[in-house]
Structure formats: structure tokens, C-alpha cells
């Protein structure tokens, strides 16, 4: 009798938590990924870096598998409308993403950054300079249906932190 009490309260314990697992899940739920990886050395194997296709001057590249900063990096953004009818953004990162991008603006200069919005490569960015301010500016590119999903998951720059 007194085992079978402990079973179930260890069950009870069990759901309780998974319940709680489950709602905080729920209420971080992602409406748009945001991936930046970077330009992948030459000799990296596949299992590190895989094919991202040719630049203007038309020399093949790789990037990096693992994403050097992600949707979790970025407060807000502020979209607007470019010239070819697509829209750009700038995205501001939070501390972690702003130190990330310095590294990377630091370390990698001369080479390519790859931003990745909902799946897709968006634009590619040569670092020409020290980035400090933890903002990446995506030119163009972006769907009225990115920047709505975007929307529903980072607040506008100048607005207040909901």
C-alpha cells in the first residue's frame, strides 16, 4: 500500500511538471526563425559546413552548419519597403547577439555572413568592418509574410518591451 502511494505521487509529481514543460513551450513559441551563419573555412569537411553557392564574382562558398546567431538574439527590427518591392529590415540584437556579431565582425573580416529568414538565404554580407552596435541590416529580400510573422514576434524599434 505504502509503495503504490509513492508511485503515484512520483506520477503526479511527473505530470505536474511536464504540464508546466508543456505551457512554457507553448508560450515561447516561435513565429519566425532567424539564422546567421558564417562563411565556412575552405578545408571543414561536410559535417561541418555545407555548400551556400556562388558570390557576384562567382567563386563557389560554404557556410557553417551551426548558425553563429539566432531568432532568440534579436529584440526588434524596423521594416520598410526597398526599391525591387521585397522589404529589408534592421534587426537589433540583444547583449549576447551584439557581442556574437562583434566576434564574428572581428575574426572574420573579409568574409561572408549569410542571414537566413524562415528557412531561406536571404542575403549574404561581406564584413568590411568592426560591427559593434549589434545591428544587421538585411537589405531586401523579405516577404510581407516574414515581416507579419516578425511582427508577431519582435517589437518594433522605438517601441516600448512588451
Excluded at 71 to 98: C, I, K, N, W
Excluded at 135 to 161: F, N
Amino acid at each position: 500500500m505504502f509503495s503504490q502511494s509513492i508511485g503515484m505521487r512520483t506520477l503526479c509529481v511527473f505530470v505536474f511538471c511536464l504540464a508546466f514543460a508543456l505551457i512554457d513551450t507553448a508560450a515561447k513559441e516561435r513565429h519566425c526563425t532567424f539564422r546567421v551563419h558564417a562563411q565556412a573555412n575552405p578545408q571543414d569537411t561536410d559535417v561541418f559546413s555545407m555548400p551556400a553557392g556562388a558570390t557576384s564574382s562567382g567563386k563557389n562558398i560554404s557556410i557553417e552548419r551551426m548558425a553563429w546567431i539566432s531568432e532568440y538574439d534579436v529584440m526588434a527590427f524596423s521594416p520598410y519597403t526597398a526599391r525591387d518591392g521585397t522589404f529589408g529590415a534592421l534587426f537589433q540584437l540583444d547583449d549576447h547577439g551584439r557581442v556574437v556579431l562583434d566576434t564574428l565582425s572581428i575574426e572574420r573580416r573579409g568574409r561572408f555572413l549569410f542571414v537566413f529568414i524562415n528557412g531561406r538565404m536571404i542575403t549574404g554580407l561581406q564584413i568590411d568592418k568592426r560591427v559593434s552596435d549589434g545591428k544587421i541590416y538585411v537589405p531586401s529580400g523579405l516577404t510581407a509574410t516574414d515581416v507579419g510573422l516578425m511582427k508577431k514576434q519582435w517589437r518594433l524599434l522605438g517601441e516600448r518591451k512588451r
